[in-house]
Each structure stands twice: as C-alpha cells, then as structure tokens.
C-alpha cells in the first residue's frame, strides 16, 4: 500500500517563496505521473501542477511562471516550489499519483499547509 507524505509548508508573506515535498513509500514512482493538488478554505480539491513519468510538466493557469514541479525517483519524492506566493495559494496541498490531468489513483496524504499572509 502507498502512503504519501507531504511537508514543507508554513507561513509566508505575499511575495515569498515556498518548496513542498512529497514523499512516496511502498511504491517505486518511476513509472507513474505525480501531481500536486490544493484545497483552499472554502473550495474544493484543484490540481495545480503534473508531472509525467518522463519529466513533462503542466500547470493551472493560476500558477503558470510562479511554480515548478519536479521529481527525484531514486529518493520517491516529487517537490513543488513555489515562487511569488500569493494570498489567494492559501491551501492545504496533497500529493498523488495522477494518470490524467485533475484524476488521483492513490489514497491522499494528510497534506501540508500553505498560509500566504502578511
């Protein structure tokens, strides 16, 4: 059974930067595509970031140029580094295996907390 962890978030001003990681065991992730989802206060689960067993990424529209994803199969771990943080990325972000844009294969995580506040 694949269990997800997330880490990395906290509290940031409007403007500053934040690298989340998620880390895989029970699973190789080599040949699966991994994704970053978020849920803000309020509003449901959205992807915001993909990244493809061979390294292809897509972004939402809404952090396009702001943040990256990337993965380390030898160390099962995807991170999302995130720039230009704004208030509106306030979220609760979560990990998964994710076969198509916006679909999720796994069980979530707990899922790590992002707070953009000045």
């Known amino acids: 059974q694949v269990q997800l962890v997330e880490s990395g978030g906290g509290l940031v001003q409007p403007g500053g930067s934040l690298r989340l990681s998620c880390a895989a065991s029970?699973?190789?992730?080599?040949?699966?595509?991994m994704a970053w989802f978020r849920q803000g206060p309020g509003k449901e689960r959205e992807p915001v970031a993909r990244?493809?067993?061979?390294?292809?990424?897509d972004y939402a529209d809404s952090v396009k140029g702001r943040f990256t994803v990337s993965r380390d199969n030898t160390k099962k771990t995807v991170y999302l580094q995130m720039n230009s943080l704004k208030p509106d990325d306030t979220a609760v972000y979560s990990c998964?295996?994710?076969?198509?844009?916006?679909?999720?294969?796994?069980?979530w995580g707990q899922g790590t907390q992002v707070t953009v506040s000045s």
């Open positions: 998964n295996a994710s076969p198509t844009w916006g679909t999720a294969l796994w069980s």
């Open positions: 029970g699973r190789e992730l080599s040949s699966y595509s």
């Open positions: 990244i493809s067993w061979s390294s292809m990424t």
